[in-house]
């Protein structure tokens, strides 16, 4: 009953430094996502790949890059991270594409400083 | 373009009052609309969905919500809080050119014993 599984729960970075977030879902969905939450902003998008071998940039990309490694799993990656990159990352499921109510489904988040 | 206006970001109720959290959009088109809660520290989870069926929709742990086209709205109400309640809630609405979601700023609901 896993769901999205995103790690890790918890990291602090120097600015510079890189990182991955990972993520799995166990739902057999063809669409997965990476948003960050930041206080008073609500989430906002920052990749999403629609299916397997297809990602696509969303609102905020800039500083971020993206793996579809699978159809189960979705990483993003810091490559010299800033800290304004500092806030809460959710990674997010669906069957399908948004249009039709696909219901997404999130991981509990990673909480990423950069100091 | 869709957006979605939560026009309160924080609401306190007493215990086994009413809540009622408010949401507009704004769409071209026919749009698909959801809640979400967030509890502290914890991911988002899906309270209930609005896809151009029944225009009231009941959700998980006694919420619904009414789609109403003419005021655009999409509030969010249950008869009586509960504590367990205490939580983020966001109202979202999908942009339906490009399938993608719009989150609003979230409202904070505060119950008090």
């Known amino acids: 009953n896993a769901g999205v599984t995103q790690t890790p729960k918890f990291q602090v970075l120097k600015t510079g430094q890189s990182m991955t977030l990972q993520c799995a879902q166990d739902?057999?969905?063809?669409?997965m996502y990476w948003y960050r939450q930041d206080p008073g902003m609500g989430l906002r998008l920052i990749y999403y790949?629609?299916?397997?071998?297809t990602t696509d940039k969303g609102e905020v990309p800039n500083g971020y890059n993206v793996s579809r490694l699978n159809k189960r799993e979705f990483s993003l990656r810091l490559e010299s991270a800033a800290p304004s990159q500092t806030s809460v990352y959710f990674c997010?499921?669906?069957?399908?594409?948004w249009g039709d109510g696909n219901t997404i489904y999130f991981g509990e988040g990673s909480w990423l400083t950069v100091v | 373009a869709q957006s979605v206006t939560q026009l309160d970001s924080h609401v306190s109720v007493s215990e086994g009052t009413p809540v009622l959290l408010r949401c507009n959009y704004s769409?071209?088109?026919?749009?698909?609309l959801f809640w979400y809660v967030q509890h502290p520290n914890k991911g988002l989870q899906l309270l209930l969905k609005?896809?151009?069926?029944?225009?009231l929709v009941k959700g998980i742990n006694g919420f619904e919500a009414e789609f109403k086209k003419s005021e655009t709205s999409f509030h969010l109400t249950k008869p009586s809080a509960h504590m367990s309640d205490a939580a983020e809630y966001f109202c979202?609405?999908?942009?339906?050119?490009?399938?993608?979601?719009?989150f609003g700023t979230g409202t904070l609901l505060a119950v008090q014993p």
């Open positions: 739902m057999n969905h063809n669409s």
């Open positions: 979202v609405v999908t942009q339906s050119r490009t399938n993608k979601l719009i």
């Open positions: 769409s071209s088109y026919s749009p698909s």
């Open positions: 609005y896809t151009s069926a029944a225009t």
């Open positions: 997010a499921s669906s069957a399908g594409t």
């Open positions: 790949s629609a299916s397997e071998g």
